[in-house]
């Protein structure tokens, strides 16, 4: 053999020796616990589980939103016309309205389990503030919808930053009093499993208003069929039928237009 046909051989032979070596080096590489797990976000990658904002190392938080608070303009008119409302109180009640009504829209969309509109309503029932028939079948139609198309409405981690009292109508049937929330939460839709939109990286901040009304109209009220509500005179405990009456008409006892009527939270959307 000639000495360039040695030298060729031992060419080869030492890309055969850095090939086996280059492949041990892949198999030790892909059973190692980090290439397992590399390997593991690519296919999640490629299934579509795992988005870019997912690979985001720095995940530096927004700015809060900055709410439209008109609370000391606002406060005053509704103390003139309501002198025993709690507002603050009321306030607070709303934004638990608002915290489980966003939990509820993820956990009755996160696979179809069987529960209805009952559910809404009865877990918003525990929130310190009764909420219009409208408001729980618009939630219910969003999770509706949402199971039709085999998506997951995803709010996770709700922090709630600032509040104020964003409106404050007069209306012939009603009253309307509208809170305002700067809401910070992981939000994004999943499709069976699969990242479809969001950010699941970082926090969205957004704005939500939270609206509610003192209902005047009997009609409405009994249109709304409010379980569990009923207007009795403080003096003489008798029920009273007419929302409009000054006076109890058993007892004649002078009935406060305030203790006739009732406050639901009618809508909530975000701005």
């Known amino acids: 053999m000639t000495i360039i046909g040695l030298i060729v051989l031992g060419g080869l032979l030492a890309l055969l020796a850095i090939s086996a070596g280059i492949r041990k080096a892949r ?12 390997n593991g976000v690519k296919q999640e990658v490629k299934e579509g589980k795992v988005g870019q904002e997912d690979f985001s190392m720095k995940q530096e938080l927004a700015t809060p939103k900055s709410v439209s608070d008109l609370s000391a303009a606002l406060i005053p008119q ?12 009321m306030k607070s009640s709303c934004q638990t309205v ?6 509820l829209l993820y956990q009755m969309t996160s696979g179809n389990n069987g529960d209805t509109i009952d559910r809404i309503q009865s877990e918003l029932a525990s929130c310190g503030i009764g909420q219009t028939r409208s408001l729980t079948e618009e939630l219910w139609q969003k999770v509706a919808n949402a199971r039709v198309e085999g998506k997951t409405l ?22 309307e009093i509208t809170f305002q929330y700067s809401v910070q939460c992981l939000q994004y ?19 939500y208003n939270v609206k ?9 009220l009994a249109r709304e069929d409010i ?9 003489c405990g008798a029920p009273v039928s007419h929302l409009g009456a000054d006076v109890c008409s058993f007892c004649g006892t002078a009935i406060r237009a305030v203790d006739m009527r009732i406050w639901l939270v009618d809508k909530l959307f975000e701005i």
Not at 28 to 35: K, T, V, Y
Request: with cysteine; aromatic share 6%.
């Open 27 to 38: 198999s030790a590489w892909r059973n190692s616990l980090l290439g397992m797990i590399l």
């Open 212 to 220: 509610v009304i003192n209902i005047l109209d009997a009609d409405r």
């Open 189 to 207: 839709q999943e499709r069976n499993g699969k990242f479809i939109s969001g950010n699941r990286a970082t926090p969205t901040q957004t704005r």
């Open 98 to 103: 608002l915290i489980k009504s966003l939990e």
């Open 154 to 175: 995803v709010y996770r981690d709700v922090i709630v930053h600032n509040s104020g009292i964003n409106d404050y109508k007069k209306l012939s049937s009603t009253v």
């Open 78 to 89: 509704i103390n003139s016309a309501f002198p025993d409302l709690n507002l603050e109180q």
């Open 227 to 235: 379980k569990g509500v009923g207007f009795t005179c403080p003096h």
